[in-house]
């Protein structure tokens, strides 16, 4: 099983600053990684598929980069509405598998 | 707009069965292979099963396999989960996913989820 290992678990930043959130995965899985964000008491919602396509209604401040093994999301300008958990998944191989998740708090 | 509705979840014992529909609208099904994705109270999320379009290939978690069976009815635009010998483990939000693109395992959308409790 592929184990994607996200950091820092909790990222404490204010609204208009940058956030780069890391996934690491204990094997390469090319560019088969997606990014999710989940509020309370929603579903999860896709944010970027193949490492670095933002999915439909996505705003451009969402970008996605990596190949391989390390994949990093980036959110250039934090809105109030982008604290939230988000998670990183692969698709490269069975079973599917999910990153731990990290948290962005507001500071 | 695609729609994705689940039901089916509820409190059952340990050992007990329970069968989780998810009724799909605004889109061709039959094209869309589809998941369910489980969520424990104050976790993360982890993938269950995954069923191709027509049906004939499923995949399984390794801690449901054995135990859950995941179908579709095309018919009826419907998606299923069959959970038996459940454990407390299994407690978790269900939710049922559809693929962004025909066979890609890119969750898009995905439902509200249903509530299963196993708990004596």
């Known amino acids: 099983e592929i184990v994607l290992t996200q950091s820092p678990a909790t990222l404490s930043l204010s609204p208009g600053e940058r956030a780069t959130l890391s996934c690491r995965a204990s094997?390469?899985?090319?560019?088969?990684l997606a990014w999710y964000q989940q509020k309370p008491g929603q579903a999860p919602r896709l944010l970027i598929y193949?490492?670095?396509n933002r999915a439909t209604g996505i705003p451009a401040r969402f970008s996605g980069s990596g190949s391989g093994t390390d994949f990093t999301l980036t959110i250039s300008s934090l809105e109030p509405e982008d604290f939230a958990v988000y998670y990183c998944?692969?698709?490269?191989?069975?079973?599917?598998?999910f990153g731990q998740g990290t948290r962005l708090e507001i500071k | 707009e695609v729609q994705l509705l689940e039901s089916g979840g509820g409190l059952v014992q340990p050992g007990g069965s329970l069968r989780l529909s998810c009724a799909a609208s605004?889109?061709?099904?039959?094209?869309?292979?589809m998941s369910w994705v489980r969520q424990a109270p104050g976790r993360g999320l982890e993938w269950v099963s995954g069923?191709?379009?027509?049906?004939?290939?499923?995949y399984y978690a390794d801690s449901v396999k054995g135990r859950f069976t995941m179908s579709r009815d095309n018919s009826k635009n419907t998606l299923y989960l069959q959970m038996n010998s459940l454990r407390a483990e299994d407690t978790a939000v269900y939710y049922c996913?559809?693929?962004?693109?025909?066979?890609?395992?890119?969750?898009?959308?995905w439902g509200q989820g249903t509530l299963v409790t196993v708990s004596s």
């Open positions: 996913a559809k693929a962004l693109e025909l066979s890609s395992y890119w969750f898009d959308p």
């Open positions: 605004g889109f061709t099904f039959i094209n869309y292979a």
């Open positions: 069923i191709s379009g027509s049906g004939d290939r499923t």
């Open positions: 094997q390469s899985v090319g560019s088969y």
């Open positions: 193949d490492a670095s």
């Open positions: 998944q692969q698709r490269s191989d069975w079973p599917l598998t």
